[in-house]
Structures are given as C-alpha cells and as structure tokens.
C-alpha cells in the first residue's frame, strides 16, 4: 500500500475507487461487486460523492432509454426502480417568433419505450443496490486532489481540508481531509470535471482527439393544471429564441402528477457575449404556445447543467497510469438522442469488466488498464456513438445546413463520412464591438423569474468563511480584458448570478458571489481568457436537487 503523500490525512486502501455517484459510476460500482460474486473473488469499491447526498448534484431532462440498465439488473422492474412514466407521444416543432410548426420526429428521438424519469431518484435507488452488494458510498466528500505516486502515475484522491478559511488559513474547526488510494481510480464526475481536467492536461489525453464542445441545460419542473397535463408526451422544439447561427432547443417533458420538466438547452459555442442562456430559457416560456401550458401553474424546482456535445471525434484518451474516465466526464452523450444516461451507465459497466479482469492479472499499483477502450470498441456503444458523429458538428454552420446534414447522416448512419471537426467554444465568443445588445423582457414574477429567485429554488448552500472555489488564474483579466472586450461576459452566461460587475468608488470591480453557485460549470468551459478554474468546495456544498 502507498504511503501517505501527506503526513497529516489518514488513509484507506480499497482495490477500487469511484469519482462521483451518477449513473456511470454507480453502474460501475455494481458490475464490479456483480463480477465478484459471479467468480467468487473479493473486490473492495468505494464511492465518494461531493453532493450532500446521492442525488443531490444530479440533474438531467431527463427521458431515459433502459438499455444498459436491462443489462446491469434485468429485474429492475421487480425491485421496484422508479421507471413508471412511460413515453406515449413523442412532438417536435419548429418555433418562430409567433408561432410554430411540426417537423417530422428524427429517428433518434423516437422515445417508444422510454421513460420520464428523474435522473437523481434513479441514481439514489442505484445507490441503494450497490450499497446492498457492498459498496461503501461516501456522501458529502468531494475529491479535491489526485494521487500520484513517484513515477507520477495516480494511486487515489483526497478529499479536501475542512475547517480552512477564505485566505487558506487554518481554523480552529480544521480536519485534514482522508486519502483514499486505490488500485484503480474510476473518474465519474459528469460534464467537465475538475480532476479529469487536470488529469488530461496531465496525461495531455486530448493529444489525438478534438476539443470537448458543450451545452448549457436550464432545467426547471412545474405542478400544471391537469387540463393542461398529457402524462408520457415528450416534445422538443428548436428556432426560436435562438438565431439562425446559434445551437439550441427546448423539452417538455409531462411526467406524472401534473407535473412537467420543461428546460432549454443553447450551445455553448455560441458567438454573441451579450447572450444569456438563462434569459433565453425565460423568454422562450413567454411563446404563445408555451405560456399557456404554464399559466396558473407553480414552478417547484430550478437547476442549471453542462452537457457534453462533442460526441465521438472529442472523447479523450480514456486510459492513464492507475486509472479510467467513464460517464460524461470522457463524453459520452448522444447529442442527436438528447440522451446521455444509458450510455454512461454502459461505459461504466464496461470499465468494471475490464478492470475486474485487469486487476486479477495485475498487482502492481498505478499501472494503465488498456483493456477498457478496447472492450469499449466492441460495444453498441462504440457504434452509436460513430454513426452520429457529424450530427451536432454540422449545426456549426448555422440551423438550415445543420439539419440537411443530419438527414443525410442519418440515413447513411455515418458510414463512409469524413468525421467533422470540433472547435472550443470558448474561442467562439466574438467581441462585444461586433453585436448588439439583446433587451431581454423584466422577469414577471409569474412565468419568468430572476436568477436569485431561481437559485433559492435550487437549495443551494455554501458554508461561509472557505476558499473561494471559482480560482481566477489571473485576476485583473475581468476588468482590463474580458470587460472592454466582451463586456465581461460571465455576468450573463451564468445562471446562477455567480459573477457581476459592480462599481466601487467610480471604478467597475469584478465581484464573484460564489454561495449562489449550482455547479453547472459553464464559467470554466466558455471564459473567452480561460482565466476562471472551477474547484471542489467543501463536501456536501452546493445544490440540494429533490427529484431533478
């Protein structure tokens, strides 16, 4: 077992352990304990999860496809997994500024046997199986640092000090936080995580692969009037709000209880620095066919989230000295689907295969697990991925060529295409000079609301007094450069009211308000400079979703 990179923590060793509670990991996590029963081995997994609980940080549309999951537990239904609303109708419309019209359903988002689901409760009953197999869940411990041994392969994480305050000082509350090293570390951190960054900065994973492109879901979900409610029907739009230049759609989704998830989603590639994803996501509920499905209803719960959209050309290497990247935090979301849950669960569950039999022929620590991505290859998942490769690539020529290409992909399923090219989005934004500013409409309190409003909806809470996690590389970059030159444009694309300009004896100053953050991620991926690093705060900050 190694020893402790510091003199201070307390260690633990298991053979495994598993960066963050969402669907791939926890498909990981149970594969494994299924594999070790199967061939009567013994296996030790953890688990560590930053949100307060299992669930808690999870957030997704969410219409879920049950592939992998009949394959991991093929009697879900017995045990009871909350999968009960099923798809009965699936609409897709066009929208203009006054009206819509419907447009053929794709093929991928035909959602015959599917189900609305919310995401967090799955993930807590996926929980609830692994923890039955073995599996020690550690809630509340968010892994702020990787492990590396001497030869700089990784061997674990820490979790992070607890008891420091904002200038990095030790407290009298302080507690040294806990090693955990492993064998094999799984990342499973969801869209753009924090350690994953590093570790393909590190590794330079993204050597041979595209840049990851992203989007920003705003999601909020609405007790409606049951004159108004069609439970198991499933609608998506696009045009408006967006232009013809900017990526982005909405859903509706109507599940049970007069309840609906309604959200938009906008590119983060998207070039005008005075657009606001969270005022798009307003106004577009103030559409003539939207505002009155709302109308007398209550909006009971508000979440923001990244999503990976670079699909097949942008996965990274997937493989490094002592550890794996599964889920979202290596990209694996079918954009054209709209979904995202069935194949990070099928990564995960992939990844436990090849390290369970890695780990029986291996005994050494930090060594690379190259059996994972080959297995991968074999996989439904390798191919659904490629065949829509060019997909959400082809809208980076506005909507009309965008979605001529994906007929044609779709009816050649990829096959023979040159793979087209990813961008980041960040080097996307044009300055301020080259657009105008867009008038959004006042929130009404009634269908629209502000973006504190909205926060306070999230049940999000940081603990004062701790170092602040939103790290700027560079501080002066706010004022002197983002600001003359894309009117700073964090105080628009996050939908958290995280970062603001504000005047302090007659000069702007760049205030970061980090207890409003819902760990959405997007100042990390859109910052024109690259200038902000989103960090793990304490375990169990952040966001409280119920049923997101």
């Not at 009965?88 to 988002?109: A, E, R, S, Y």
């Not at 994953?196 to 609405?222: A, F, N, V």
């Not at 108004?228 to 609608?235: A, D, E, F, I, S």
């Not at 060019?390 to 980076?396: A, L, M």
Request: glycine share 8%; aromatic share 8%.
């Amino acid at each position: 077992m190694p020893e402790s990179i510091r003199t201070d923590r307390e260690n633990m060793e298991y053979d495994v352990v598993i960066v963050g509670a969402g669907p791939s990991g926890l498909s990981c996590a149970i594969r494994l304990k299924q594999l070790a029963k199967e061939q009567d081995k013994d296996i030790s997994v953890c688990i560590l999860e930053k949100g307060s609980e299992v669930g808690a940080h999870i957030i997704s549309g969410a219409v879920f496809e049950p592939r992998a999951l009949n394959e991991l537990i093929p009697d879900w239904k017995d045990k009871d997994a909350p999968l009960r609303c099923s798809v009965t109708k699936d609409k897709f419309l066009f929208l203009t500024k006054n009206g819509c019209f419907p447009l053929p359903t794709p093929p991928q988002m035909h959602n015959k046997g599917n189900y609305i689901i919310s995401l967090g409760n799955l993930c807590r009953w996926l929980a609830d199986q692994a923890e039955e197999m073995g599996v020690e869940i550690f809630s509340g411990f968010a892994a702020a640092q990787v492990l590396y041994n001497n030869d700089n392969n990784v061997i674990g994480v820490a979790t992070g000090d607890m008891g420091v305050n904002e200038k990095g000082e030790k407290t009298e509350q302080f507690e040294a936080g806990i090693e955990l090293h492993a064998r094999q570390t799984i990342f499973a951190e969801g869209c753009h995580g924090s350690l994953t960054k590093e570790l393909i900065t590190k590794y330079d994973l993204r050597k041979d692969s595209d840049p990851q492109t992203y989007g920003l879901g705003i999601k909020e979900i609405w007790e409606i009037k049951p004159e108004n409610h069609n439970q198991g029907l499933c609608q998506h739009t696009i045009g408006w709000p967006m232009d013809n230049q900017t990526y982005g759609g909405s859903w509706i989704y109507h599940m049970e209880d007069n309840l609906i998830s309604i959200g938009f989603v906008v590119g983060l590639d998207y070039k005008n620095p005075y657009l606001s994803p969270y005022e798009e996501m307003q106004r577009f509920k103030l559409h003539p066919k939207i505002k009155p499905l709302l109308k007398d209803g209550k909006r009971i719960a508000y979440g923001a989230r990244t999503l990976v959209e670079g699909g097949f050309q942008s996965l990274p290497k997937l493989t490094f000295n002592g550890g794996v990247l599964i889920g979202d935090t290596a990209g694996f979301l079918n954009v054209p689907k709209i979904k995202g849950n069935h194949t990070a669960m099928k990564s995960g569950m992939v990844a436990a295969e090849s390290v369970f039999e890695f780990l029986q022929e291996n005994k050494e620590w930090g060594k690379e697990c190259i059996l994972y991505p080959e297995n991968l290859k074999k996989t439904w998942l390798w191919e659904e991925l490629k065949s829509v490769r060019n997909i959400r690539t082809g809208f980076n020529k506005g909507l009309w060529r965008g979605l001529i290409n994906a007929v044609i992909q779709t009816i050649t399923k990829g096959r023979g295409n040159k793979t087209l090219r990813n961008h980041a989005d960040f080097a996307q934004t044009e300055k301020a000079a080259l657009h105008t500013p867009i008038k959004y409409p006042k929130p009404d309190g009634i269908i629209t609301f502000d973006r504190l409003t909205s926060v306070q909806l999230s049940n999000t809470n940081h603990a004062e007094k701790q170092p602040c996690h939103l790290a700027l590389r560079d501080p002066n970059i706010p004022i002197e450069k983002n600001l003359p030159e894309y009117d700073e444009p964090a105080q628009r694309y996050c939908p958290a009211a995280v970062y603001e300009i504000i005047e302090e004896n007659g000069k702007p100053v760049f205030r970061i308000n980090s207890q409003n953050c819902v760990h959405c991620k997007t100042c990390d991926i859109k910052d024109p400079a690259q200038n902000i690093d989103w960090k793990v705060p304490n375990g169990g900050d952040g966001p409280n979703y119920p049923n997101m």
